[in-house]
């Protein structure tokens, strides 16, 4: 099956389209929205403290503007790897993303977190971050269930692509069918009695929590 079809004049591109576990998916051939000039393929990895491990792979049409974003990390109670690349051609049958290696090393710097009753993770209310964590990511998504909103808050460690304020984020969350919610990005701090300064507001989502629950 051909992953992406190049346009004949007049015509709009087609790739594939599907959702599924593992490092791959397959699914039907369908034309793209005006303005999505070519394919991508997206991995999400999950895991919770380094066991229960999950892969989920996207793959669908994008514009060509959100391409070359860099893999992000975001950690919580649960920890997030994102990988994403676009693709032309036959090269859609042989490019996968590269996720993050992945690191329990902390690096000395800590984020706040919530407690949770019915588990004891984050119980001193603080996180230590590891490796490239230098953002601490803080936002809170609604969610709906029939005519019922709720409101859940997540806060955790990040990479600084995981609080990237550039378009591919946007993009990819609106093809999702998201509606944005500001967010608040702060640079984690080496003290855990201190608070994370230089706070700033961010609308993109991030991709890695949204596309895993999407997913899920």
């Keep these: 099956m051909e992953l992406?079809?190049?346009?004949?004049?007049?015509?709009?591109?087609?790739?594939?389209?599907c959702l599924g576990l593992g490092m791959n998916c397959s699914g039907s051939?369908?034309?793209c929205n005006t303005g999505e000039n070519t394919c991508f393929h997206?991995?999400?990895e999950s895991s919770t403290n380094g066991q229960k491990k999950s892969i989920q792979a996207i793959r669908g049409c994008v514009t060509s503007r959100v391409c070359g974003w860099s893999p992000a990390i975001f950690h919580s109670?649960?920890?997030?790897?994102?990988a994403f690349t676009c693709c032309t051609g036959d090269s859609c049958r042989t490019t996968f993303p590269q996720l993050p290696e992945e690191s329990f090393i902390p690096n000395?710097?800590?984020c706040p977190c919530k407690p949770k009753v019915e588990s004891n993770y984050c119980n001193n209310a603080w996180l230590a971050c590891t490796e490239e964590e230098?953002?601490?990511?803080?936002f809170t998504e609604t969610l709906t269930f029939g005519l019922a909103k709720v409101q859940n808050s997540i806060t955790g460690c990040a990479t600084p692509s995981a609080c990237n304020t550039e378009d591919m984020n946007k993009k990819i969350l609106e093809k999702l069918g998201f509606s944005m919610v500001q967010h608040t990005c702060t640079q984690a701090s080496r003290l855990q009695s201190s608070a994370p300064g230089n706070t700033k507001l961010l609308l993109?989502?991030?991709i890695g929590l949204i596309l895993a629950r999407l997913l899920a």
Excluded at 5 to 11: C, I, N, Q, R
Excluded at 77 to 82: D, F, I, P, Q
Excluded at 134 to 138: D, K
């Design 4 to 17: 992406f079809l190049f346009p004949s004049p007049g015509t709009c591109l087609q790739c594939e389209v």
């Design 29 to 31: 051939i369908q034309e």
């Design 42 to 44: 997206a991995l999400i």
């Design 77 to 82: 109670e649960v920890k997030y790897k994102v």
């Design 108 to 110: 000395g710097l800590y």
């Design 134 to 138: 230098s953002q601490c990511l803080n």
């Design 204 to 206: 993109p989502v991030f």
